[in-house]
């Protein structure tokens, strides 16, 4: 028998456990990780050579360890498709946004304390938690996927949650979280006690809604997160940041490491702030796949989650992973993320998206 990690003596919480990550498979069409499938423009890749290059120049010296033009380039972006305004003093940082949630649980959780999440939701925010030692509370959903909030705001007044998440559009489902379910969840878990409420945006650009920034106006305990892995296509940036009041921003610097974003990573993603209009037309494309592939999938005799974001819950299956496989069998990689009965895809190209809706329609005849 080989040693392995229960040979070693790592923390009691992580023992039996397995790392996160979708199976990065080689095949010809991946639609399993909601990845923008477009390559970045020549002319915007041009431009992050420039400011590489640049940036190389001091690569002797620390970066700027408060990224302040960064933050001040994100804060007008936030400003500009939201019309709320952001400060350059509201907006923080980190390498994806995965980072800044787990800058917020070294924050706000932490031994002793504990986080709430609606699930299905994103893996990861129960998977920060566990490594940052705050107790994780699984919070109900509806049947539909819908957040059920009675049956939350009890969750929040029983367990009195130090940290509350909620993604819209929500990741594994699509699902938008209204405004006034988000209003009202804040109220409830300020009721139980102060507790920070971290709204996970990652997928907002593909929503028909709008952004929820505007609720950061007099709710200091309140947070939104975003990522440049999405709408922007630039996955590989490593890029997220949050939005919410100066001094949330402060608190997190309490636990950032030192220089934690790279000069080449700042250089990068101000680059491809400054090609934003040409990034954010792609969203519209993808859009309207995503709406192509509801329609499909529905014309098909599947059933689909109403979906905000790229990518497209679809089922029922009695045994989704077998699905799963025989999608992959012809060539498509989808995500089985556990949920029963359902897998997920990701709005790919159009050539992509046929590929998949070919693949599903053959094994609905062959099932028929
Ligand atoms: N939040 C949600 C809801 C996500 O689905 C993802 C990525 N799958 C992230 C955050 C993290 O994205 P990143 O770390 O690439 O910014």
Redesign the pocket.
Known sequence: MSFGIDDLPVRDELRGKSPYGAPQLDVPVRLN??ENPYPLPEPLVERIAERVREAARDLNRYPDRDAVELRTQLAKYLTDTSGYRVGTENVWAAN??????QQLLQTFGGPGRTAIGFEP??S?HGLIARGTGTGWISGPRNEDFTIDLAAAERAVAEHRPDVVFV?TP??PTGTAVPAGTVLALYEAAQRAKPSMVVV?E??VEFSHGDSLLPLLEGRPNLVV?R????AFGA?GL???YLAAHPAVVDAVQLVRLPYHLSAVTQATALAALEHTGTLLKYVEQLKSERDRLMGELLATGYEVTASDANFVQFGRFEDAHAVWRQILDRGVLVRDNGVPGWLRVTAGTPEENDAFLDAVRELKKEQS
């Open positions: 990780t909601n994806g946004s995965n980072e800044v949630i939701s994103y990861m993604t929500n990741n996970d990652a997928y997160s990522t440049m892995s999405k996955a490593r890029l997220g």
